[in-house]
């Protein structure tokens, strides 16, 4: 993988972190676009956004104005001097988006999700010096979002940001996509030099839960955030209930704090240092304690083997939960977690039940034809 420049030597005329991104879902109109944009200029957005293209999931609605929102977006540049940004998902996009001058293209998430549609844009990107960011595809796979900033890397493009957008699930919940910030948070452990954006309009759905979810983002060191924004938001043909208007936004950003990495207080350093003494001793006593309990469940493999019994025991599996979520709920536990861990411990349980029936079996086996 080759090194990935940080966001502030894009030479985009900013040097702050959050590196902040914001604009309309779409680009309707040249009033909509001009007018969100100068409003947008006193709140310290650094990159603007707009969907000339919309990937809309039915057809029949708005699907963006094309080339002619080119031109806006030039404008936006000479009014406002904010550089601008649109999503690409087509060979044709590339060029026309190079021809109007954008300052930097992104990849939306039904485009990540499709290696084919990446590969013909990386193709496409070959000798064009474009910061490109990355949105995750839609479906909870850090496999294909790297894959992604592999092929778009491997054409030759150095300045790659990836875009944490949330993944879309079918289950009920209070989330337009779901955060599932393991994914994120490993795709940093794996390509630390790639800028991380959260896009917090796209995780939501809504506003009144967007200052939670930046703020979440900055805390796990994010290097910016994507946010939409409307001069109208409630006209707004795409995502209406998402967009903050410029002032709102002003709003949501000073109310974030931006902390620090670490810090030189010597005092402090060393209460945390205690602090990780404790949890690296905890952590061992967990480790030793799921050992011993799957030894336990070995031993009951065995016992299963011996007298024909299955298993899975469903109404234990239910009892387990229901008392440990109690438990867990009481120590000031969430339900999830009780029941993510839980869900782990089960499976490995099961598994190494398997593994003792089926070591029953061969000496089993053994036994009964010591010759063979
Ligand atoms: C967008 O940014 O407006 C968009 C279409 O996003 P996503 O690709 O995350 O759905
Ligand atoms: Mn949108």
Redesign the pocket.
């Known amino acids: 993988m080759s090194v990935f420049t940080s966001l502030t030597n894009w030479d985009l005329g900013f040097q702050t972190r959050p590196f902040l991104i914001s604009g309309p879902?779409?680009a309707e109109t040249h009033e909509q676009v001009l007018k969100t944009a100068i409003q947008l200029k006193s709140k310290g957005v650094h990159l603007f956004?707009a969907?000339i293209w919309?990937?809309r999931t039915r057809p029949g609605s708005f699907e963006g104005m094309g080339e002619e929102a080119l031109k806006w977006l030039q404008e936006v540049k000479q009014e406002t001097g904010i550089p601008v940004t649109v999503?690409v998902a087509s060979p044709t996009h590339i060029e026309l988006a190079l021809k109007y001058n954008v300052d930097v293209l992104?990849l939306?998430?039904?485009t990540t999700v499709n290696p084919f549609l990446v590969q013909e844009l990386a193709s496409s990107l070959k000798g064009v010096n474009i910061p490109v960011m990355i949105?995750n595809p839609?479906n909870p796979d850090l496999a294909l979002w790297i894959g992604a900033i592999e092929r778009i890397s491997k054409a030759g493009i150095e300045k790659i940001a990836a875009?944490h957008?949330g993944f879309s699930s079918y289950e009920n919940s209070t989330y337009r996509n779901k955060p599932n910030w393991e994914i994120p948070i490993e795709l940093r452990r794996l390509l630390p030099g790639i800028p991380l954006i959260c896009?917090p309009s796209?995780i939501c759905g809504n506003t009144f839960m967007q200052q939670y979810v930046a703020q979440f983002a900055l805390d796990m060191q994010y290097d910016g955030l994507?946010i939409?924004s409307h001069y109208k938001p409630a006209e707004a043909l795409?995502?209406a209930k998402q967009q903050f208007t410029p002032d709102e936004l002003g709003d949501l950003i000073s109310s974030l704090v931006v902390r620090n990495a670490t810090t030189d207080d010597e005092t402090a350093l060393s209460k945390i240092e205690d602090m990780r003494d404790q949890i690296d001793e905890l952590d061992d006593q967990i480790v030793t304690l799921l050992a011993e309990r799957m030894r336990v469940a070995r031993l009951i493999g065995e016992y299963k083997f011996h007298h024909h019994i299955a298993i899975l025991q469903p109404e234990r599996w239910e009892e387990i939960i229901r008392t440990r979520t109690i438990n867990g709920v009481d120590k000031k536990l969430t339900e999830e977690f009780i029941l993510t861990l839980y869900t782990m411990i089960h499976k490995e349980s099961i598994y190494q039940q398997t593994q003792q029936m089926e070591a029953e079996k061969k000496s089993d086996t053994l036994q009964q034809e010591p010759n063979s």
């Open positions: 879902c779409g956004r969907g919309k990937p999503e992104w939306g998430a039904r949105k839609v875009i957008r896009d796209h994507m939409e795409s995502d």
